[in-house]
């Protein structure tokens, strides 16, 4: 039965009415309501309605046939809208508002624009000149690109005398050639630039021809999922992921602790439906679901025009701004305390304390605001996830990652990916999508060729995060060249194969691991990116690590419901794959547990894996080797960790507070809930454990050193409750990087 009646309807009119036909302002948020329960019948009723709120729901599309001829403002903020091309039907709108639609992007504004003549506000923007440049120099251009296609390539193909036979022929190969060649605009416009085309390559073929379009071609032309993605021809059903959009919810947090007033009170509470600040969740979370915060306004023009200094374009896609373009991030060193501090924006005191054998000095070199929300300079709620250093070009990083590397490092979290100088505290560069929020980043070295053809190395740089997109971006061009429909639910991490270059791995919240072949990009920046494999997991995959022994057939992942490993050897037929192996551990009543959050893995050596659970103050070190038996068969094994240490730590039951190693220097480093780091020296205990008769540590090893967070002030008052959700030391710790849940970049330098 239906939520929606007409004593409902009457009741939510604002006023309170008594006839349907007289309402003109109807308040239905926060009902829960689902496509199904918009019943047409009945809003057909509502002949005079101008003004419709149906934001707080759970829409994922719009009916047909709504029969509103007066609306005028219309509200869906926060439901789970997957197309626009139904709001056709409200011709006379004239201001619409969708923010927090995960899967709605700046695609979808540019069709509202072009299908909305009246419209003249768009997530409380004014879209006006930019709407007017859509709807004439947009389609102007591209119906001028589409009829040379046709009369290039098709118009010959004809004969005078045609049969119903070879029309259908001609019309399936034109409207997929067309939309495969005809490129305007950048490429993160490509969907809606293919979806006009089609529009006009249409009404042309009928113009021309006499022909009846109306049928929906759409089926012809997509491709299934394993075919090959080019950013010319983006496909708009390319997954097979599950439709329902339940996107990850904040992690609880001091729940114990009532009335704390802390500054993160605001982004802990989310709903099911929204990816907001944490890329990782626990599943508990989700049965208690709060109101969202709104995000940064979707920006129709963002990406069409240089007025915003953080997302520049070209013909192609995004570009980074230049350096010295960059709204300067906030940045405070010792020698700046004093200058800073009498303008009551930050201070910094350091606090040196340590727990144990201090035999590592460390010094705070920068801490950077450089992912503040709108660049404001109060924002200390955003979260910041996953950093990464950058390749030396010349070390031969893709053979040997224990080598030395450059002392840039690329960060995300909130709306933005930094590249930051270590050095200097320097942010370089700042590449910025209002409409995401990037969870993961990482970085591979590609060989592509230049324009005089010859061949040079690259860096590139994968960003995902809540969207299910990758972005793709060639750094030293300051350009964003291309993206990737990865999944439909949020990637929490990324990561690349460190023998295949174009190989890169993505871990969704959709419960599957994909691998990607991102292709190799021309000079003029075309490429193909094609799915190789899928990896089925029971629960959300958190971490993901490739065996450094075999990278090219063993996959780890710390998920949600445990630890388990594929095998992703790919002259295997079976392109989707259940886990072959879950590890269990020691649990809390002294037997052992498959059942608990990984949300920490990396390894220590080719052997050694360091992994954190739910089990408090708990990181186990364990041997890849002697745990899994490559010679076993059968998939979905239950495999005992073969425990060679536990690492004491913080006795706190917060998650997500992940983990990171120096494979070259044997370091382990992991931060806490008060913003300090965990650094551990296991140097004097890896050759023991690699050995075949390494016995199990009987004690706790201690932290080397724990570097406390130095105190910082804003506008005289401290910042508080400090989490260190992500470290990450260069290769030859030289620098180490902390992300924290109060939006700074803490860089400390080894001395």
């Not at 004809?158 to 022929?169: D, F, G, M, R």
């Not at 057939?553 to 392109?575: M, P, R, S, T």
């Not at 886990?579 to 037997?591: L, N």
């Not at 708990?618 to 899994?628: A, D, G, H, P």
């Amino acid at each position: 039965m239906s939520k929606i009646t007409t004593e409902l309807l009457l009741e939510r009119a604002v006023p309170r009415s008594t006839r349907l036909r007289k309402i003109e302002t109807l308040n239905l948020s926060k009902l829960q309501l689902k496509t199904g329960d918009l019943d047409p019948r009945l809003f057909s009723r509502l002949r005079h309605l101008q003004k419709l709120d149906l934001s707080d729901n759970l829409l994922d599309k719009f009916p047909n046939s709504l029969t509103l001829p007066d609306l005028r403002v219309l509200n869906c903020n926060n439901n789970k809208l997957e197309d626009v091309t139904a709001l056709k039907q409200f011709p006379l709108l004239e201001e619409l508002t969708y923010e927090n639609n995960v899967y709605l992007t700046l695609n979808d504004d540019y069709k509202v624009m072009f299908l909305l003549q009246n419209l003249r506000l768009l997530n409380g923007k004014d879209i006006t000149k930019l709407a007017n440049h859509v709807r004439r120099v947009n389609s102007r251009k591209l119906t001028s690109k589409v009829t040379a296609h046709w009369e290039k390539f098709f118009r010959d193909q004809l004969p005078e005398k045609y049969t119903a036979e070879q029309v259908k022929s001609i019309k399936k190969k034109f409207l997929k050639s067309v939309q495969t060649n005809v490129v305007y605009g950048p490429s993160s416009l490509s969907e809606f630039t293919r979806w006009r085309v089609k529009m006009i390559a249409e009404e042309l073929l009928a113009c021309s021809l006499g022909l009846d379009l109306s049928t929906d071609t759409e089926s012809e032309e997509m491709m299934d999922e394993n075919e090959e993605e080019s950013t010319e021809s983006p496909r708009e059903a390319a997954e097979h992921v599950d439709q329902v959009p339940v996107t990850p919810s904040k992690r609880k947090r001091n729940h114990s602790k009532p009335g704390s007033g802390n500054k993160r009170s605001k982004t802990q509470a989310n709903t099911e439906e929204e990816a907001v600040v944490n890329p990782r969740k626990s599943s508990r979370v989700q049965d208690d679901p709060a109101p969202d915060k709104p995000r940064t306004s979707n920006q129709p023009a963002k990406e069409a025009t240089c007025e915003q200094g953080a997302e520049e374009t070209q013909k192609n896609g995004e570009q980074f701004p230049k350096g010295q373009n960059n709204r300067r991030s906030r940045q405070l060193s010792g020698e700046q305390k004093s200058q800073e501090q009498d303008n009551g924006v930050v201070s910094l005191t350091p606090v040196k304390n340590s727990k144990g054998k201090e035999d590592v000095s460390a010094e705070p070199l920068h801490f950077l605001q450089c992912h503040s929300k709108g660049n404001s300079r109060e924002d200390f709620k955003t979260q910041l996830w996953s950093c990464v250093f950058e390749p030396l070009l010349d070390c031969g990083a893709r053979k040997d990652p224990i080598v030395s590397s450059s002392r840039t490092v690329a960060t995300c979290g909130g709306e933005s990916v930094c590249l930051i100088d270590c050095e200097t505290g320097t942010v370089l560069k700042k590449y910025k999508v209002a409409t995401e929020e990037f969870f993961s980043v990482a970085w591979t070295t590609l060989t592509m060729v230049i324009s005089d053809s010859r061949k040079k190395s690259h860096n590139i740089l994968a960003a995902a995060g809540r969207r299910g997109i990758v972005k793709l971006i060639h750094v030293a061009a300051d350009f964003c060249y291309g993206e990737i429909k990865a999944h439909k639910k949020p990637i929490a991490t990324v990561c690349f194969s460190p023998t295949r270059e174009t190989h890169l791995f993505t871990a969704s919240y959709d419960k599957r691991i994909a691998l990607w072949d991102i292709g190799i990009p021309d000079c003029d920046y075309n490429f193909k990116a094609s799915q190789l494999l899928v990896l089925e997991a029971l629960s959300i995959p958190l971490r993901i690590a490739l065996v450094p022994t075999c990278p090219d057939q063993y996959l780890l992942a710390g998920c949600e419901g445990g630890c388990f490993a594929w095998n992703i050897k790919l002259d295997k037929e079976q392109k989707s794959r259940p886990f072959e192996a879950i590890f269990q551990f020691p649990a809390e009543d002294g037997g052992m547990t498959t059942s608990h959050r990984v949300d920490g893995l990396a390894f220590l050596n080719d052997d050694i894996v360091v992994s954190k659970s739910s089990k408090p103050g708990c990181i186990y070190l364990w041997s890849w080797s002697r745990s899994f038996d490559t010679k076993g068969k059968g998939c979905q094994r239950t495999i005992s960790a073969v425990i060679l240490a536990e690492l004491e730590w913080s006795p706190t039951d917060l998650s997500y507070l992940t983990l990171s190693t120096c494979p070259a220097k044997d370091y382990v480093f992991c931060g806490d809930e008060k913003g300090s780091v965990w650094m551990y020296n296991l140097s004097n205990y890896t050759t023991a454990w690699t050995s075949a008769k390494g016995k199990r540590s009987d004690r706790r090893i201690p932290p080397t050193q724990i570097l406390k967070w130095p105190e910082l002030r804003d506008n005289g008052e401290q910042l508080t409750e400090v989490l260190v959700n992500n470290v990450v030391s260069d290769p030859t710790f030289t620098y180490l990087v902390v992300l924290t849940s109060v939006n700074i970049t803490a860089i400390w330098k080894k001395s």
